[in-house]
């Protein structure tokens, strides 16, 4: 019989994982805190469905969010938040438990989204979502139509905050801020608390 070290190292997301965590945490020959090899060779292992990088990179981007903030980027900083959110977001994706809020997950919970079926569309939306957020907010509304409306519409919420964040035209970014909201309505209309939060936010914002 197998042990559990072998069937691991026989999954596709091994490798990709081993290296990406050996780069942010470092080895006896490199050091630590290297993203610009972690961040790459973690998000291939989240999108092959290791839940785990999913939860790493959550980690590691909310400190290049804080690192950027520091430096006065606070455009880089929304990003790479919002970047975290949606892989935190995604390490919990279940359709038995849809209603899972960041930051306040438990056990049960995370064992029932290990169980859950790969969904290869999640992961080309959030793909997209870092350079192309149009494309991710129209896959992810795509996805929450086709029966993912609490989770996909949170996740639509945060591209369509991204795309906004990168649109020049005044009108292009009030347009794209009312989908945002749009999306954040119909993902807390599910019951997502996450999203009636992130719309509480909204709203103080427009007031």
Do not use: C
């Not at 959550?58 to 400190?63: A, G, N, Q, R």
């Not at 690192?67 to 935190?88: F, H, I």
């Not at 279940?94 to 079926?117: G, I, K, L, M, Y």
């Amino acid at each position: 019989m197998q042990n559990s070290h072998e069937t691991h190292e026989s999954q596709p997301w091994f490798e990709p994982f081993a290296a990406g965590f050996a780069a942010w945490f470092g080895t006896d020959g490199a050091p630590p805190r290297d993203h610009a090899i972690a961040v790459p060779l973690l998000a291939k292992a989240a999108s092959l469905g290791h839940g785990g990088s999913a939860l790493l990179l959550d980690t590691v981007l909310y400190e290049l969010s804080a690192d950027a903030s520091a430096r006065s980027d606070e455009r880089g900083a929304r990003t790479l938040a919002r970047l975290a959110l949606a892989y935190r977001t995604a390490a919990f994706w279940s359709d038995n438990d849809p209603d899972v809020e960041p930051d306040h997950e438990n056990a049960e919970q995370w064992n029932r989204a290990r169980a859950t079926p790969y969904e290869p569309r999640l992961w080309a939306a959030i793909d997209a979502l870092q350079n192309d957020p149009i494309a991710a907010l129209n896959l992810f509304e795509a996805l929450a139509l086709d029966g993912h409306p609490v989770q996909a519409f949170f996740l639509a919420g945060l591209a369509a905050e991204e795309a906004a964040d990168r649109a020049q035209a005044p009108g292009e970014v009030d347009r794209l801020m009312q989908r945002a909201r749009h999306n954040l309505i119909r993902s807390a209309s599910a019951g997502n608390r996450a999203a009636q939060k992130r719309l509480f936010a909204h709203l103080n914002l427009k007031a």
